[in-house]
């Protein structure tokens, strides 16, 4: 029996209960709300845990890249969305690959590359399902509306690629207050659903209509616009997502140092810096030991401070909640996964760093 | 022969000429100071690289920790500074493994941590010089300068270790104005000498009174107090270091990405995001093509916005300038070195990641 706290540090921590309760809670809101959860594996990157978002109800896993999407196929996820456009041969090639070991669907915005990708898998022999991917105001990828049509004809004309359905994702949505988050949410629906319109006016058939963040997800979910909710951050919860509002759920990932040098009784410096926490939504949190706080991350340093507790000797285990588990996760390799500080489970980070 | 513009992106380029530029700019300024050169490897994390500093003057390599040291051993990097606190029987047998590779020294600050290095130098029949940390007001690690002789006296006691000399990284100073920035860095170092002259006041002695950053570096040369210069970040430039005032170096890091969505002309999507550039000191500037600037970052997404250039399609590289090397090299895997263009070698990140 292994106890987290004899880890070596950093060490990236999964709590169980808390992951299956979040899992739970967004499977059980999108059961009850008729729509499929596609929950993002953007922030986790780990194939044992979309496994177990998989066993809590969804019906397959989101993904940013095909490197990403590659790594989720070779740990035995059978169903996957890369909501993102895949551009170039070699990532195209690396599609076919997936392709060979799940059902795959891809984002498209551009005639050329569903050309593409449509003449890669012909001439594999595999099929890939397509999703168009519509801008809804985020501004970064996807096409107008009216611009779809067209889309969904290419697609109706090439072999070996299929109309799935639409998506757009609200990524300028997340951080807005709650009501005007709601608005902006109907907002983006409503854009999809008229590109929906358009596509259907003109003879395409479909049934995905795809979208949603963790930070919104609440809201997708009441309006009952989409089919498929793509949110997963939430599921390891952070500070971040509490600051965007998501209710519900119990913060899952932590991050385990020791201090390395306490010269001084009201201060000390644990071993995770921003190489270990990630860094650009704000400071982590303290969950142990009770009485002090995260002040600075240098490069590899936890700058802590005392504020009321004990002090701390070289050695000592502290407990962090990162801000930003997306920011977090992708620098290290293993999140061990634990109860009640029991390790359980080493689940391998297979889509760390920068993916391609 | 490949061209960097067939990479597959995201691709991390490095500039051998601007490299070996600045390289050989640092070691001779550290030369005509009669100060040895031993650059921090925290950013490149790379030894190949490493080799090429050492054979621009380097003396050797500073690390961060003890999983960098053992890459940069394993990479066959000779002599080794790690410039922190290692605390902890696991990675004091990662110290172990590195000094019977190479010449290592270690920083220390805690009395117990020295007496657990000896004993594991002494049982493997290693030896390890240790460099006695002094806080020159960054208030992080060190300690004062009246508890050194103590820890000089503890080493002088103990088997399998030695004592080389004194450090202090003087963090707190980097991001000043010049002015302030020159006093601070001669405050630094008049605490390293203090602490030095009580140490020898009581009889021990040693030859390396160890310091700067890239940020400080110039003033550090011209005070000439310390003996050994650690600063290695400038080696590779940056916009966060231009933000410092680094002069007379080149920008030899760079990241290669492609459009991957261009449905508007005013605006393109770049596949390197956050999670490929890093992030926390600024956004990156684009080198190529001229007339296009980086307006923002999402995780994957680089977002391109026009500014007098030509429109640009899907599958156009772009070359980025991360605005902080720190930042961003850990999140690769793969330095590619080349010369105008032209690739001459692929470097390991052997470091990359949340190291131990």
Known sequence: ??????????????????????????????????????????????PAMAQRLIAAGAVG??????????????????DILIANEVVGADKIERLIEVAKLATLCVAVDDADNVREIAAAADAAGVQIDLLVDIDVNLHRCGVDPEVAPALCALIADLPAVRLRGLMGYEGHVMGLPDEEKERETAASAAIIARAADLCRADGHEFDVLSGGGSGNYRYVLEQGVLTELQAGGAALMDLTYEAMGVDGHRRALSLLCQVVSATHPDRAAGDAGWKATGRHTGMPLVAQPLGWECVGLSAEHTHLARNGGESLSIGDRVELVPHYSDSTVLLHRTLHAHRDGVVEDAWAISGSGALQ
Chains 1, 2 share one sequence.
């Not at 896993?61 to 059978?78: D, F, P, Q, W």
Request: charged residues 20%.
């Open 1 to 46: 029996m292994t106890l987290v706290w004899e880890l070596e540090t950093p060490a990236l921590l999964v709590d169980l209960d808390a992951l299956d309760h979040n899992a739970g809670l967004m499977a059980q809101r999108s059961t009850d709300a008729g729509i499929a959860w596609r929950p993002h594996v953007k922030a986790c990157k780990s």
């Open 61 to 78: 896993v989101t993904c940013a890249k095909s490197a990403e999407a590659l790594a989720m196929a070779h740990g035995g996820v059978s």
